[in-house]
Protein backbone atom coordinates (compact mmCIF):
# COMPACT_ATOMS: atom_id res chain seq x y z
CA UNK A 1 0.00 0.00 0.00
CA UNK A 2 1.47 3.19 -1.12
CA UNK A 3 1.41 5.98 1.89
CA UNK A 4 -0.24 8.85 0.72
CA UNK A 5 -0.97 11.79 3.25
CA UNK A 6 -2.28 15.23 2.18
CA UNK A 7 -2.93 18.98 3.54
CA UNK A 8 -6.08 20.79 2.69
CA UNK A 9 -5.74 24.37 3.19
CA UNK A 10 -8.43 26.80 3.05
CA UNK A 11 -7.51 29.90 1.02
CA UNK A 12 -8.36 32.70 3.54
CA UNK A 13 -6.05 35.04 4.36
CA UNK A 14 -2.47 35.41 5.45
CA UNK A 15 -0.70 31.66 4.93
CA UNK A 16 -0.76 30.52 8.68
CA UNK A 17 2.15 28.96 10.87
CA UNK A 18 -0.40 25.92 11.10
CA UNK A 19 -0.49 24.85 8.14
CA UNK A 20 3.48 24.14 8.05
CA UNK A 21 3.41 22.39 11.45
CA UNK A 22 0.62 20.19 9.96
CA UNK A 23 2.33 20.28 6.37
CA UNK A 24 5.13 18.95 8.05
CA UNK A 25 4.20 16.04 9.40
CA UNK A 26 2.30 15.08 6.47
CA UNK A 27 5.47 15.25 4.69
CA UNK A 28 7.66 14.02 6.80
CA UNK A 29 5.66 10.84 6.93
CA UNK A 30 5.09 10.66 2.87
CA UNK A 31 8.61 10.89 2.30
CA UNK A 32 9.87 8.33 4.81
CA UNK A 33 7.25 5.70 3.92
CA UNK A 34 8.66 6.43 0.08
CA UNK A 35 4.91 7.80 -0.41
CA UNK A 36 3.27 10.85 -1.69
CA UNK A 37 2.00 14.01 -0.40
CA UNK A 38 -0.96 15.65 -1.93
CA UNK A 39 -1.83 19.60 -1.80
CA UNK A 40 -5.32 20.05 -1.66
CA UNK A 41 -6.96 23.60 -2.02
CA UNK A 42 -10.22 23.61 -0.01
CA UNK A 43 -11.72 26.45 -1.56
CA UNK A 44 -15.88 25.90 -1.48
CA UNK A 45 -16.32 28.84 1.36
CA UNK A 46 -16.68 31.32 -1.36
CA UNK A 47 -17.56 33.81 1.24
CA UNK A 48 -14.01 33.85 2.72
CA UNK A 49 -12.44 33.00 -0.49
CA UNK A 50 -9.03 35.27 -0.98
CA UNK A 51 -7.79 35.11 -4.78
CA UNK A 52 -4.09 35.78 -3.81
CA UNK A 53 -4.05 32.89 -0.70
CA UNK A 54 -3.30 29.71 -3.03
CA UNK A 55 -0.36 31.33 -4.68
CA UNK A 56 0.68 32.40 -0.98
CA UNK A 57 0.38 29.14 0.29
CA UNK A 58 1.98 27.24 -2.42
CA UNK A 59 5.05 30.08 -2.23
CA UNK A 60 5.31 29.10 1.41
CA UNK A 61 5.68 25.37 1.26
CA UNK A 62 8.17 25.88 -1.26
CA UNK A 63 10.27 28.22 0.90
CA UNK A 64 9.86 25.68 3.33
CA UNK A 65 11.43 22.64 1.61
CA UNK A 66 7.85 20.97 1.91
CA UNK A 67 6.94 19.94 -1.35
CA UNK A 68 3.97 18.37 -2.46
CA UNK A 69 4.07 15.74 -5.17
CA UNK A 70 0.70 16.15 -6.58
CA UNK A 71 -1.32 19.64 -6.38
CA UNK A 72 -2.93 22.16 -8.29
CA UNK A 73 0.31 23.51 -9.41
CA UNK A 74 1.71 20.39 -10.76
CA UNK A 75 -1.01 18.68 -11.19
CA UNK A 76 -1.41 14.62 -10.77
CA UNK A 77 -3.47 11.30 -10.99
CA UNK A 78 -5.87 12.26 -8.95
CA UNK A 79 -6.88 15.78 -9.62
CA UNK A 80 -8.45 18.15 -9.73
CA UNK A 81 -6.92 19.61 -6.98
CA UNK A 82 -8.86 22.56 -5.89
CA UNK A 83 -12.34 21.95 -4.53
CA UNK A 84 -14.49 23.97 -6.68
CA UNK A 85 -13.21 22.12 -9.55
CA UNK A 86 -14.64 18.91 -7.90
CA UNK A 87 -18.27 20.19 -7.67
CA UNK A 88 -19.72 17.48 -9.89
CA UNK A 89 -17.91 15.16 -8.19
CA UNK A 90 -19.71 15.50 -5.16
CA UNK A 91 -23.07 16.18 -6.65
CA UNK A 92 -22.74 12.57 -7.81
CA UNK A 93 -21.96 11.32 -4.49
CA UNK A 94 -24.53 12.66 -2.56
CA UNK A 95 -26.97 11.75 -5.33
CA UNK A 96 -25.57 8.05 -4.75
CA UNK A 97 -25.71 8.56 -0.44
CA UNK A 98 -29.93 9.64 -1.71
CA UNK A 99 -29.95 6.61 -3.52
CA UNK A 100 -28.46 3.85 -1.09
CA UNK A 101 -31.05 5.76 1.65
CA UNK A 102 -28.10 7.07 3.67
CA UNK A 103 -29.29 10.53 3.10
CA UNK A 104 -32.43 12.80 2.01
CA UNK A 105 -33.17 15.66 0.72
CA UNK A 106 -34.36 18.22 3.33
CA UNK A 107 -36.84 21.57 2.59
CA UNK A 108 -37.15 23.37 5.72
CA UNK A 109 -36.21 27.41 5.37
CA UNK A 110 -34.08 29.62 7.00
CA UNK A 111 -37.76 30.66 9.04
CA UNK A 112 -38.58 27.18 9.93
CA UNK A 113 -34.98 26.60 10.84
CA UNK A 114 -35.03 29.45 13.71
CA UNK A 115 -38.46 28.48 14.62
CA UNK A 116 -37.07 24.91 15.10
CA UNK A 117 -34.35 26.50 17.60
CA UNK A 118 -35.95 28.97 19.14
CA UNK A 119 -38.64 26.21 20.10
CA UNK A 120 -35.65 23.88 21.41
CA UNK A 121 -34.50 26.80 23.48
CA UNK A 122 -37.95 27.24 25.19
CA UNK A 123 -38.11 23.95 26.15
CA UNK A 124 -34.27 23.47 27.17
CA UNK A 125 -33.93 21.12 24.60
CA UNK A 126 -30.44 20.25 23.08
CA UNK A 127 -29.73 22.50 19.80
CA UNK A 128 -29.13 21.65 16.29
CA UNK A 129 -31.48 20.03 13.57
CA UNK A 130 -33.80 17.16 14.97
CA UNK A 131 -33.79 14.78 11.54
CA UNK A 132 -37.89 16.66 10.86
CA UNK A 133 -37.03 15.67 7.54
CA UNK A 134 -36.23 11.94 7.23
CA UNK A 135 -39.79 11.68 7.11
CA UNK A 136 -40.58 12.97 4.08
CA UNK A 137 -41.20 10.06 1.57
CA UNK A 138 -38.54 9.77 -0.91
CA UNK A 139 -40.96 10.27 -3.92
CA UNK A 140 -41.72 13.45 -2.45
CA UNK A 141 -38.60 15.10 -1.87
CA UNK A 142 -37.46 14.53 -5.77
CA UNK A 143 -41.03 16.45 -6.56
CA UNK A 144 -40.29 18.83 -4.95
CA UNK A 145 -36.34 19.09 -5.94
CA UNK A 146 -37.66 18.84 -9.63
CA UNK A 147 -39.68 22.02 -9.37
CA UNK A 148 -37.29 23.44 -7.96
CA UNK A 149 -37.66 23.96 -4.71
CA UNK A 150 -34.83 25.28 -2.63
CA UNK A 151 -33.21 22.19 -0.29
CA UNK A 152 -30.41 20.44 1.30
CA UNK A 153 -28.94 17.18 1.20
CA UNK A 154 -28.28 15.43 4.82
CA UNK A 155 -26.69 12.58 6.08
CA UNK A 156 -28.71 9.89 7.96
CA UNK A 157 -27.05 10.07 11.19
CA UNK A 158 -28.23 7.87 14.39
CA UNK A 159 -29.67 10.07 17.24
CA UNK A 160 -28.55 7.55 19.97
CA UNK A 161 -25.40 5.47 20.98
CA UNK A 162 -21.48 6.29 20.38
CA UNK A 163 -18.99 6.48 17.20
CA UNK A 164 -15.72 5.55 18.13
CA UNK A 165 -12.85 5.71 15.98
CA UNK A 166 -9.11 4.97 16.60
CA UNK A 167 -6.56 8.01 16.56
CA UNK A 168 -2.53 7.25 16.43
CA UNK A 169 -1.75 9.38 18.47
CA UNK A 170 -4.54 9.56 20.95
CA UNK A 171 -5.84 6.04 21.16
CA UNK A 172 -9.44 5.38 20.78
CA UNK A 173 -11.99 8.18 20.77
CA UNK A 174 -15.93 7.82 21.38
CA UNK A 175 -18.37 10.29 20.19
CA UNK A 176 -21.63 10.46 20.97
CA UNK A 177 -24.27 10.37 18.03
CA UNK A 178 -26.38 12.99 19.56
CA UNK A 179 -23.74 15.37 18.67
CA UNK A 180 -24.30 14.76 14.79
CA UNK A 181 -28.06 15.86 14.00
CA UNK A 182 -27.86 14.86 10.33
CA UNK A 183 -24.97 17.63 9.01
CA UNK A 184 -25.63 18.97 5.80
CA UNK A 185 -23.58 17.28 2.83
CA UNK A 186 -24.87 19.40 0.18
CA UNK A 187 -25.74 22.99 0.39
CA UNK A 188 -28.56 25.27 -1.20
CA UNK A 189 -26.14 26.35 -3.61
CA UNK A 190 -25.29 23.34 -4.82
CA UNK A 191 -21.68 23.62 -2.80
CA UNK A 192 -20.45 20.58 -0.82
CA UNK A 193 -19.58 21.26 3.17
CA UNK A 194 -16.47 20.65 4.19
CA UNK A 195 -17.93 16.94 5.48
CA UNK A 196 -18.66 15.31 2.23
CA UNK A 197 -15.62 17.59 0.18
CA UNK A 198 -13.17 16.34 2.68
CA UNK A 199 -14.36 12.14 2.99
CA UNK A 200 -14.72 12.22 -1.15
CA UNK A 201 -11.69 13.73 -1.83
CA UNK A 202 -9.42 11.75 1.05
CA UNK A 203 -11.15 8.32 -0.67
CA UNK A 204 -10.82 9.21 -4.84
CA UNK A 205 -7.08 10.82 -3.95
CA UNK A 206 -6.35 7.73 -1.99
CA UNK A 207 -5.06 9.10 1.54
CA UNK A 208 -4.29 6.74 4.10
CA UNK A 209 -3.75 8.77 6.68
CA UNK A 210 -5.44 11.75 7.40
CA UNK A 211 -3.05 14.20 9.69
CA UNK A 212 -4.84 17.21 10.45
CA UNK A 213 -5.31 19.58 13.61
CA UNK A 214 -7.16 18.41 16.65
CA UNK A 215 -10.05 20.79 16.00
CA UNK A 216 -11.73 18.72 13.61
CA UNK A 217 -11.55 15.33 15.82
CA UNK A 218 -15.34 16.86 16.29
CA UNK A 219 -15.96 15.98 12.50
CA UNK A 220 -14.43 12.53 12.48
CA UNK A 221 -17.15 10.61 14.06
CA UNK A 222 -19.40 12.51 11.09
CA UNK A 223 -16.81 11.34 8.84
CA UNK A 224 -17.10 7.70 9.83
CA UNK A 225 -20.39 7.47 9.22
CA UNK A 226 -19.70 9.13 5.47
CA UNK A 227 -17.21 6.38 5.00
CA UNK A 228 -19.40 3.90 6.05
CA UNK A 229 -22.19 4.95 3.88
CA UNK A 230 -20.19 4.81 0.92
CA UNK A 231 -18.31 1.51 2.14
CA UNK A 232 -15.23 3.02 1.85
CA UNK A 233 -12.03 1.56 4.15
CA UNK A 234 -11.33 3.93 6.82
CA UNK A 235 -8.01 5.93 6.61
CA UNK A 236 -5.90 6.33 9.93
CA UNK A 237 -6.85 9.40 11.86
CA UNK A 238 -4.02 11.43 13.40
CA UNK A 239 -5.19 14.51 15.20
CA UNK A 240 -1.99 16.82 15.90
CA UNK A 241 -1.90 19.17 19.03
CA UNK A 242 -3.33 22.62 18.09
CA UNK A 243 -0.04 24.87 18.55
CA UNK A 244 -1.15 27.77 21.62
CA UNK A 245 -0.91 30.89 22.62
CA UNK A 246 1.80 31.47 25.74
CA UNK A 247 -1.28 31.83 27.63
CA UNK A 248 -2.30 27.57 26.32
CA UNK A 249 -5.49 29.30 24.39
CA UNK A 250 -5.46 28.03 20.53
CA UNK A 251 -3.17 29.74 18.33
CA UNK A 252 -4.96 33.04 17.19
CA UNK A 253 -3.50 36.28 15.10
CA UNK A 254 -5.00 38.43 17.90
CA UNK A 255 -2.51 37.50 20.04
CA UNK A 256 0.51 36.07 18.48
CA UNK A 257 2.27 36.53 15.00
CA UNK A 258 0.91 33.11 12.84
CA UNK A 259 1.96 34.49 9.29
CA UNK A 260 4.41 32.39 7.68
CA UNK A 261 5.31 35.55 5.33
CA UNK A 262 6.61 37.39 8.54
CA UNK A 263 8.39 35.25 9.95
CA UNK A 264 10.12 34.87 6.42
CA UNK A 265 10.08 38.64 6.14
CA UNK A 266 11.75 38.98 9.34
CA UNK A 267 14.94 36.83 8.33
CA UNK A 268 13.90 33.53 10.17
CA UNK A 269 15.33 30.45 8.00
CA UNK A 270 13.02 28.24 7.27
CA UNK A 271 15.07 24.96 8.09
CA UNK A 272 14.89 26.41 11.50
CA UNK A 273 11.26 27.38 11.75
CA UNK A 274 10.73 23.69 10.53
CA UNK A 275 13.30 22.08 13.25
CA UNK A 276 11.40 24.13 16.04
CA UNK A 277 7.60 23.18 14.42
CA UNK A 278 9.44 19.99 14.62
CA UNK A 279 9.89 19.89 17.85
CA UNK A 280 6.66 20.91 19.22
CA UNK A 281 5.06 17.67 18.23
CA UNK A 282 7.58 15.04 18.40
CA UNK A 283 11.17 14.68 19.72
CA UNK A 284 14.28 12.74 18.77
CA UNK A 285 14.55 9.14 19.72
CA UNK A 286 18.12 10.85 21.49
CA UNK A 287 16.78 14.01 22.69
CA UNK A 288 18.70 16.17 20.35
CA UNK A 289 16.66 19.58 19.87
CA UNK A 290 18.52 20.25 16.45
CA UNK A 291 18.09 18.33 13.32
CA UNK A 292 17.66 19.00 9.93
CA UNK A 293 14.51 18.10 7.87
CA UNK A 294 16.34 14.54 6.76
CA UNK A 295 16.66 13.64 9.87
CA UNK A 296 13.63 13.97 10.81
CA UNK A 297 12.52 11.86 7.75
CA UNK A 298 14.75 9.19 8.88
CA UNK A 299 13.90 8.83 12.16
CA UNK A 300 10.27 9.15 11.94
CA UNK A 301 7.92 7.15 13.34
CA UNK A 302 3.99 8.60 13.92
CA UNK A 303 3.84 6.99 17.49
CA UNK A 304 6.23 9.20 18.56
CA UNK A 305 3.87 11.68 17.90
CA UNK A 306 2.85 13.58 21.46
CA UNK A 307 -0.71 14.60 22.19
CA UNK A 308 0.87 17.27 24.33
CA UNK A 309 -0.17 21.23 24.41
CA UNK A 310 2.65 23.08 22.41
CA UNK A 311 3.00 26.43 22.77
CA UNK A 312 4.20 28.81 19.67
CA UNK A 313 6.90 30.58 21.62
CA UNK A 314 8.61 33.48 19.38
CA UNK A 315 11.59 34.00 21.53
CA UNK A 316 12.16 30.28 21.19
CA UNK A 317 11.79 30.52 17.68
CA UNK A 318 14.72 33.01 17.52
CA UNK A 319 16.71 30.98 19.69
CA UNK A 320 16.54 27.99 17.24
CA UNK A 321 16.80 30.44 14.19
CA UNK A 322 20.20 32.00 15.97
CA UNK A 323 21.78 28.33 16.50
CA UNK A 324 21.30 28.14 12.60
CA UNK A 325 22.82 31.31 12.15
CA UNK A 326 25.69 30.99 14.61
CA UNK A 327 26.48 27.14 14.53
CA UNK A 328 24.64 25.19 12.30
CA UNK A 329 25.28 26.65 8.90
CA UNK A 330 28.04 26.90 6.61
CA UNK A 331 29.85 30.51 6.20
CA UNK A 332 28.82 29.93 2.90
CA UNK A 333 25.51 28.50 2.70
CA UNK A 334 25.08 31.40 5.24
CA UNK A 335 26.41 34.06 2.87
CA UNK A 336 24.12 33.02 0.27
CA UNK A 337 21.30 33.48 2.47
CA UNK A 338 22.17 36.65 3.17
CA UNK A 339 23.52 38.26 -0.16
CA UNK A 340 20.24 38.99 -0.69
CA UNK A 341 19.01 40.60 2.16
CA UNK A 342 22.10 43.21 1.40
CA UNK A 343 21.56 43.76 -1.91
CA UNK A 344 18.12 44.44 -1.42
CA UNK A 345 18.92 47.08 0.89
CA UNK A 346 21.58 48.69 -1.72
CA UNK A 347 24.94 47.54 -0.26
CA UNK A 348 27.53 46.60 -3.07
CA UNK A 349 30.89 45.10 -2.66
CA UNK A 350 33.58 43.90 -5.02
CA UNK A 351 35.47 42.13 -2.64
CA UNK A 352 33.86 38.57 -1.92
CA UNK A 353 36.31 38.01 1.53
CA UNK A 354 35.11 41.23 2.34
CA UNK A 355 31.60 40.45 2.51
CA UNK A 356 32.65 36.71 3.69
CA UNK A 357 34.33 38.38 6.92
CA UNK A 358 31.78 40.57 7.54
CA UNK A 359 29.38 38.03 7.54
CA UNK A 360 31.48 35.72 9.77
CA UNK A 361 32.15 38.22 12.28
CA UNK A 362 28.46 39.30 12.47
CA UNK A 363 26.72 36.02 13.17
CA UNK A 364 27.53 35.52 16.74
CA UNK A 365 25.48 38.53 17.17
CA UNK A 366 22.50 37.89 15.19
CA UNK A 367 19.05 36.43 15.47
CA UNK A 368 17.83 37.07 12.10
CA UNK A 369 18.80 37.44 8.51
CA UNK A 370 17.12 41.17 9.07
CA UNK A 371 19.86 41.39 12.06
CA UNK A 372 22.45 41.41 9.15
CA UNK A 373 21.05 43.72 7.27
CA UNK A 374 20.97 46.50 10.28
CA UNK A 375 23.77 45.65 11.94
CA UNK A 376 26.01 45.56 8.68
CA UNK A 377 24.96 48.71 7.75
CA UNK A 378 28.18 50.64 8.46
CA UNK A 379 30.25 48.49 6.61
CA UNK A 380 28.46 49.65 3.25
CA UNK A 381 28.07 53.07 4.06
CA UNK A 382 30.79 55.66 4.74
CA UNK A 383 28.34 58.16 6.20
CA UNK A 384 27.07 56.41 9.07
CA UNK A 385 25.38 58.48 11.44
CA UNK A 386 26.65 58.19 14.82
CA UNK A 387 24.21 57.48 17.69
CA UNK A 388 23.80 59.30 20.50
CA UNK A 389 25.68 56.62 22.63
CA UNK A 390 28.49 57.08 20.26
CA UNK A 391 28.64 60.58 20.23
CA UNK A 392 29.20 60.34 23.90
CA UNK A 393 32.55 58.53 23.65
CA UNK A 394 33.61 60.24 20.47
CA UNK A 395 33.15 63.81 22.51
CA UNK A 396 36.41 62.75 24.39
CA UNK A 397 38.30 61.02 22.62
CA UNK A 398 39.92 63.22 20.68
CA UNK A 399 43.96 62.89 21.22
CA UNK A 400 43.05 59.01 21.33
CA UNK A 401 41.64 59.26 17.67
CA UNK A 402 44.04 61.81 16.51
CA UNK A 403 47.52 59.37 17.77
CA UNK A 404 45.98 56.47 16.37
CA UNK A 405 45.06 57.72 13.10
CA UNK A 406 48.63 58.75 13.16
CA UNK A 407 50.64 55.06 14.53
CA UNK A 408 47.73 53.51 12.06
CA UNK A 409 48.61 55.36 9.07
CA UNK A 410 52.59 54.41 9.84
CA UNK A 411 52.00 50.38 10.09
CA UNK A 412 53.32 48.88 7.18
CA UNK A 413 52.06 45.47 7.86
CA UNK A 414 48.58 45.79 8.40
CA UNK A 415 46.60 42.71 9.74
CA UNK A 416 45.42 41.42 13.21
CA UNK A 417 47.92 40.84 14.97
CA UNK A 418 49.99 44.03 13.93
CA UNK A 419 46.78 45.97 14.83
CA UNK A 420 46.23 44.27 18.00
CA UNK A 421 49.48 45.24 19.25
CA UNK A 422 49.56 48.63 18.07
CA UNK A 423 46.57 49.15 20.39
CA UNK A 424 47.46 47.17 23.46
CA UNK A 425 50.96 49.15 23.60
CA UNK A 426 48.81 52.31 22.60
CA UNK A 427 46.42 51.97 25.59
CA UNK A 428 49.26 50.95 28.14
CA UNK A 429 51.46 53.99 27.24
CA UNK A 430 48.62 55.93 28.15
CA UNK A 431 47.68 54.35 31.19
CA UNK A 432 44.30 54.47 31.09
CA UNK A 433 41.45 51.65 31.04
CA UNK A 434 41.28 50.01 27.57
CA UNK A 435 37.31 51.30 26.94
CA UNK A 436 38.70 54.38 27.37
CA UNK A 437 40.48 53.96 24.07
CA UNK A 438 38.96 51.13 22.34
CA UNK A 439 34.74 52.78 22.95
CA UNK A 440 35.79 55.91 21.09
CA UNK A 441 37.68 54.26 18.31
CA UNK A 442 34.30 52.04 17.98
CA UNK A 443 32.50 54.72 17.97
CA UNK A 444 34.40 56.37 15.33
CA UNK A 445 34.43 53.45 13.00
CA UNK A 446 30.93 52.52 13.01
CA UNK A 447 28.64 55.24 14.64
CA UNK A 448 27.65 53.05 17.03
CA UNK A 449 28.68 51.28 20.86
CA UNK A 450 27.37 48.24 20.01
CA UNK A 451 29.19 46.55 17.37
CA UNK A 452 32.09 43.82 17.03
CA UNK A 453 35.89 43.68 18.63
CA UNK A 454 37.56 47.00 17.23
CA UNK A 455 40.49 44.55 16.12
CA UNK A 456 38.22 42.44 13.96
CA UNK A 457 35.97 45.72 12.86
CA UNK A 458 40.13 47.02 12.19
CA UNK A 459 40.84 44.07 10.12
CA UNK A 460 37.78 43.68 8.29
CA UNK A 461 37.34 47.48 7.43
CA UNK A 462 41.33 47.73 6.01
CA UNK A 463 43.71 50.43 6.45
CA UNK A 464 42.11 52.90 4.10
CA UNK A 465 38.44 53.05 5.60
CA UNK A 466 39.42 53.13 8.99
CA UNK A 467 42.17 55.98 8.26
CA UNK A 468 38.52 57.46 6.18
CA UNK A 469 36.62 56.86 9.48
CA UNK A 470 38.96 58.36 12.15
CA UNK A 471 39.42 61.57 9.78
CA UNK A 472 35.60 61.86 9.26
CA UNK A 473 35.19 61.67 13.63
CA UNK A 474 37.48 63.76 14.17
CA UNK A 475 36.13 66.54 11.79
CA UNK A 476 33.09 66.08 13.17
CA UNK A 477 34.57 66.82 16.58
CA UNK A 478 35.86 69.42 15.51
CA UNK A 479 32.63 71.00 14.49
CA UNK A 480 31.17 70.00 18.09
CA UNK A 481 29.36 66.97 16.66
CA UNK A 482 26.10 68.92 15.51
CA UNK A 483 23.29 67.01 14.99
CA UNK A 484 19.61 67.69 14.61
CA UNK A 485 18.62 67.60 18.28
CA UNK A 486 21.58 70.72 19.11
CA UNK A 487 20.34 71.64 23.06
CA UNK A 488 19.75 67.68 23.21
CA UNK A 489 23.30 66.73 22.27
CA UNK A 490 25.02 68.86 24.40
CA UNK A 491 23.16 68.04 27.23
CA UNK A 492 24.31 64.32 26.55
CA UNK A 493 27.29 65.14 25.65
CA UNK A 494 27.99 67.16 29.26
CA UNK A 495 26.59 64.14 31.39
CA UNK A 496 28.91 61.89 28.42
CA UNK A 497 31.78 63.68 29.69
CA UNK A 498 31.13 63.08 33.50
CA UNK A 499 30.85 59.95 33.44
CA UNK A 500 33.64 58.74 31.41
CA UNK A 501 35.78 60.90 33.49
CA UNK A 502 33.99 59.00 36.80
CA UNK A 503 35.15 55.70 35.32
CA UNK A 504 38.53 56.51 33.61
N1 LIG B 1 -9.67 22.87 5.12
C1 LIG B 1 -9.33 22.39 6.43
C2 LIG B 1 -8.37 23.38 7.04
O1 LIG B 1 -8.30 24.47 6.57
C3 LIG B 1 -8.71 21.03 6.33
C4 LIG B 1 -9.11 20.13 7.41
C5 LIG B 1 -8.63 18.71 7.13
O2 LIG B 1 -7.40 18.57 7.00
O3 LIG B 1 -9.42 17.81 7.02
O4 LIG B 1 -7.68 23.14 7.98
Redesign the pocket.
Same mark, same amino acid.
Do not use: C, K, M
Given at each position: MTVVT $?????P #?GDPHV? #?AY @?GLFNYVLAQKAGGRFIFRL?DTDRNRYNPDSEARIVSMLRWLGLTPDEGPEMGGDRGPYRQSERLDLYRQHAEMLLASGHAYRSFETTEDLEAMAREQKWHGRPQGYDGRGRSVPREEQERRASAGEAHVIRLRTPDDGETTFKDSVRGTIRWPNSELRDTVLLKRDGYPT?HLA @?VVD?HLMGVTH @?? $??E??IS?TALHIHLYRAFDWDLPLFVHLPLLRNPDKSKISKRKMNTSLESYRDQGILPEALLNYLATLGWSMPDGREFFSLKELVDTFILERLSAGEPVFDIKKLRHFNAKYLREILSLDELADRVEPHFRAAGYSWDDEDYFLDIIDVLRPRTETLNDFTEQARYFFDNDFPYQEEARKRLSSAQKYLEDLERQLSMLEFYDYDSVEDLLREYVQSQAVGMGKVLQPLRAALTGRTQAPGVSDLLTILGKQRVLQRIGRALNAINAGLPDDHPQKEKETSDKGERRAGATG
Open positions: $RIAPS #TG #T @VEY @VD @VI $RAEWS
